[in-house]
């Protein structure tokens, strides 16, 4: 099993960068981890709706040029399936048995673009709260790791 | 504006600690932030279901002697209200407007007892995801901060 991260932005934050580093490792035991990291779009402040619109597109050609070809993708988005954590492991076990490849893509500040969403097999969200996209990443990789131990009939969902 | 946050267990894992303190600091610019730590049970990995029982009440206990009387009090579990940042954020103003003081409760590794949740005038839920306490401790800061941010008309939440 492969788990490929595409995201937009690096972690800045060391806390998170030590957090994410940490639950990768742990997602390691369960197949390769491979993160795909893509420059983030720069904007500023006062920024208008038309110059986020046009940095999302921005970033999502990047995303769409790193995509696998032969992989799941699955995109993390607010507007995605709202799963329980066995939810998420039953659907992660499903994944699995249809693609050797997994690809989660996480956008920058502002989201994803429709043209990566629609590229994508499958949305999800991970709670109708906000976090940002670093957090988000940290929290798709503790939840990954969770679910392919309950796959795997490990303790540490409890 | 007093928050505390009574919670059980401490934090183990220096990345999350330092997340924690961040995201503390932060919300320090919206009132005082004062953390109650409770000592979390021993439970063995073979421990039976009425062992675990006794323990959550045992910990509900603790919680319980800890709990401010006047203070709104909101308990983080599973079963509880989800909203979007921008409806816990207006949840947040409602509460700022009745009480002097908001007491987040946060369980141990298997959740709060009965007693402690009818103690508590709302309950909240952040993800259907589980995550461990330590780690939803975090996201409560994060988006604790995040709402009053966005009650005072601020930038972090775009």
């Known amino acids: 099993m492969q788990f490929n991260i595409v995201y937009v932005g690096n972690i800045k934050d060391k806390y998170l960068a030590e957090a994410a580093a940490e639950y990768e490792k742990r997602l390691g035991a369960y197949g390769a981890v491979k993160n795909t990291e893509l420059k983030e ?12 619109a046009a940095a999302i597109e921005r970033e999502g050609e990047r995303i769409l040029a790193a995509l696998p070809q032969k992989s799941c993708k699955i995109a993390l988005c607010v507007e995605g399936r709202e799963m329980s954590s066995e939810e998420y492991a039953a659907f ?3 994944v699995k048995d ?34 940002t996209h670093r957090l988000a990443r940290v929290l798709l990789l503790e939840q990954t790791y969770r679910a392919m131990n309950i796959l795997a009939g490990g303790k540490y969902h409890k």
Chains 1, 2 share one sequence.
């Open 92 to 94: 992660l076990g499903k």
């Open 98 to 131: 249809a693609s050797a490849q997994i690809t989660f893509i996480v956008g920058g500040a502002f989201g994803l673009s429709e043209k990566v969403k629609r590229a994508c097999d499958s949305r999800i969200s991970i709670s109708k709260m906000t976090f």
């Open 41 to 52: 779009e720069k904007i500023t402040d006062g920024a208008s709706a038309a110059e986020i």
